[in-house]
Nanobody, 127 residues
Framework: QVQLVESGGGLVQAGGSLRLSCAASGRTFSNYAMGWFRQAPGKEREFVAAISWGGGRTYYADSVKGRFTISRDNAKNTVYLQMNSLKPEDTAVYYC????????????????????WGQGTRVTVSS
């Protein structure tokens, strides 16, 4: 089992920044690729970003590319999502997830490809 706890969400004005953190415990963190997803009210959960076990591979949704940065610190068992130039359409609950396919060679853009999930942290961007 891997337990994931997100933090860092909140209310921010459009154009502002937030950094989300996801702390992992349980099994060896570096055995997992990590992803961030989000779900806005009335919408399906969507892929935001993913990072391979060592950080060498990162992928982003087109909607956040150039604004968001995913990173990880395996010594701290934590993955981060730095979000800049936030827009009202970024408003959602953000979830981190762990994927045992640590090289991201599988369906990392699909939520079904992940093994463990956090409880989510809410991000609200006001216009």
């Amino acid at each position: 089992q891997v337990q994931l706890v997100e933090s860092g969400g909140g209310l921010v004005q459009a154009g502002g920044s937030l950094r989300l953190s996801c702390a992992a415990s349980g099994r060896t963190f570096s055995n997992y690729a990590m992803g961030w997803f989000r779900q806005a009210p009335g919408k399906e959960r969507e892929f935001v970003a993913a990072i391979s076990w060592g950080g060498g591979r990162t992928y982003y949704a087109d909607s956040v590319k150039g604004r968001f940065t995913i990173s990880r610190d395996n010594a701290k068992n934590t993955v981060y999502l730095q979000m800049n130039s936030l827009k009202p359409e970024d408003t959602a609950v953000y979830y981190c997830a762990a994927d045992s396919n640590k090289d991201l060679s599988g369906s990392y853009r699909h939520s079904g490809g992940y093994d463990y999930w956090g409880q989510g942290t809410r991000v609200t961007v006001s216009s």
